[in-house]
């Protein structure tokens, strides 16, 4: 096992670590090279009925009673530990997630950013008076929900729980986290630099576990008043599910088909980085990877050779090395993302481009050659599924109306990317595309703490990052006062 900086093994309950109620832990592997990295404890439904207990304890108690400038304070704090950390926190995602070093630290100082956003506008969250009958004055206040349950996943863990929780923590509800059982380690230093910065007892309750036991314990726990999700649609649709016999509000963001659309008359050198970034990006798994890449037939073949030379150029290698691309979580997603790969392969679709994988990877390590498919059909399964790996589709068309039914006909509606040099076509594509968020001749896959982020159909509901964020963690009371 690698050395820690503390002990894995225990969850955060009422502000002290200790050992999970079941005494069992269960391994965390490294998908560098499939070595048996440290254990985590394998918290159970009597530790997240803990954890939900202490979080209401800590609204009765100090948590509660603190002001709004106070709790964005000591969330200010939690920055700036952040930061003085980030490389410490790369490199346990590295070992973790397998995530290179850049792109973790890029978490790390990202993770620092929303708190700090969320630490100033924590007092700056305001209510509206309304003009209501003579004799009256009504008022409307932001309160917070109460416990809130985070269930995060394996791919972004920092930036999810900077969003996520530092918004719910900002708007001052107490917060019971469980984090996705193959990436623990940082969710865990995240406990660490919380109790450090002051954060009340019971505030913060982190939970490691397996999904269907820990999980599904805080999904359906009657004492939990709001629960965010990020991850799969299957589990997403199990926690609404959970949350509808509680009758309670929740943010699910359930990933993506996300297209990037490249018009003619686009400044192709401009575009070129980001179309291959953002899907190769963490090896592909994230929720906004621009997985589709649809294209004006005149430019179609230019940008397929123009794509290939990068997937050529692509250094894939344990994350400790900083590579571009490291290896996918676990040999289950490997698994997975082949599966995608061997489908593409008995139908056909053609390689465009593949990176090469050098020949002394560590054996037991997680890897998968980013590779570039082109042309797709539109209703292709690798151009209508979630891959959740380093692989592209490419899709050509004909005209604004074609890219768009394309861009548009998938179950999914997240992110898209649109690249052209023309106004008005900029904005009747932004308007029509089916999903939360646009960008005009740029892609911020996962990126931009300051904008609302969120889905529609299949990609889930509710917004999370930016003040929007604040809304959603928090519950709206109108008083009406008669005093005439
Ligand atoms: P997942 O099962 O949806 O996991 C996400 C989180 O939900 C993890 O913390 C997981 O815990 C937890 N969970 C699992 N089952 C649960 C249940 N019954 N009740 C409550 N919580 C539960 O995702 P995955 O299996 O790791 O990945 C599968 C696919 O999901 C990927 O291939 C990808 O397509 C998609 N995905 C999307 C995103 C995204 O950013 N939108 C992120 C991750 C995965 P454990 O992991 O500890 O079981
Ligand atoms: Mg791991």
């Known amino acids: 096992m690698t050395s820690m900086p503390f002990d894995t093994r225990l969850v955060l309950i009422n502000g002290q670590w200790r050992s999970g109620a079941s005494g069992q832990t269960l391994p965390l592997l490294n998908p560098s090279d499939g070595s048996l990295l440290t ?15 202490s979080a209401q304890a800590a609204l009765d108690g100090p948590w509660g009673a603190l002001t709004a400038a106070e709790r964005g304070r000591i969330l200010l704090k939690m920055s700036a530990l952040t930061l003085v950390q980030a490389d410490e926190l790369a490199r346990l995602e590295a070992l973790d997630v397998g995530k290179p070093i850049k792109q973790g630290r890029a978490d790390a100082v990202a993770m620092a950013r929303y708190l700090e956003f969320y630490g100033g506008a924590a007092d700056k969250v305001h209510g509206e008076t309304i003009p209501f009958a003579n004799g009256y004055t009504a008022l409307t206040i932001r309160e917070p929900h109460g416990v809130t349950g985070h269930i995060v996943p394996w791919n972004y863990p920092m930036q999810i729980i900077g969003r996520s929780v530092g918004a719910a923590l900002a708007m001052g509800n107490a917060c019971v986290l469980k984090p996705a059982e193959e990436a623990c380690l940082t969710a865990l230093a995240f406990g660490r630099i919380a109790l450090e910065a002051g954060l009340p007892a019971g505030a913060l309750n ?10 599904a314990a805080l999904s359906s726990h ?14 997403g649709q199990m926690i609404q599910a959970a949350a509808a016999m509680n009758t309670i509000p929740v943010t699910l963001e359930l990933g993506g088909k996300s297209p990037q659309i490249v018009f003619a008359d686009a400044d192709l050198d401009a575009a070129l980085p980001f179309l291959v970034n953002a899907g190769i990006q963490n090896c592909g798994q ?9 294209v ?21 290698g344990p994350a400790m090395d900083d590579p571009d691309v490291g290896p996918v ?10 599966g995608f790969l061997g489908v593409a392969r008995d139908t056909g679709l053609a390689i465009a481009a593949q990176a090469t994988l050098p020949a002394d990877l560590p054996k037991g390590g997680c890897y998968v050659a980013p590779t570039l498919l082109a042309p797709a059909a539109p ?24 890219a768009l039914k394309i861009a548009n006909g998938t179950a999914y509606g997240l992110v898209a990317g649109v690249w052209t040099r023309d106004g008005g076509r900029q904005l009747r594509m932004a308007r029509k595309l089916h999903c939360g968020q646009v960008f005009i001749n740029n892609y911020g896959a996962g990126g931009g703490i300051e904008l609302p982020f969120g889905g529609v159909k299949h990609s889930g509901h509710g917004r999370e990052k930016g003040f929007e964020a604040l809304y959603g963690f928090s519950s709206l009371k109108t008083i009406a006062i008669k005093h005439d």
Do not use: W
């Open 296 to 316: 004006e037939r005149p430019v179609f073949d230019e940008v397929r050779a123009r794509m290939a030379e990068r997937y050529a150029a692509l250094k894939v």
């Open 222 to 235: 009657p004492g939990v008043a709001h629960l965010s999700f990020t991850g799969s649609v299957a589990v």
């Open 206 to 215: 982190i939970v490691p576990g397996l999904g269907e036991e820990a999980g």
């Open 329 to 338: 979580i676990s040999a289950r997603q490997r698994e997975i993302v082949q």
């Open 286 to 294: 994230t929720c906004s990877a621009a997985s589709r890449i649809l």
């Open 379 to 402: 209703d292709h399964r690798l151009a209508q599924e979630e891959i959740f790996g380093p692989v592209q589709v490419m899709i050509p068309f004909d005209g604004e109306a074609e």
């Open 39 to 53: 254990e985590i404890a394998r918290g159970n439904a009597a530790d997240i009925a803990a954890a939900v207990d």
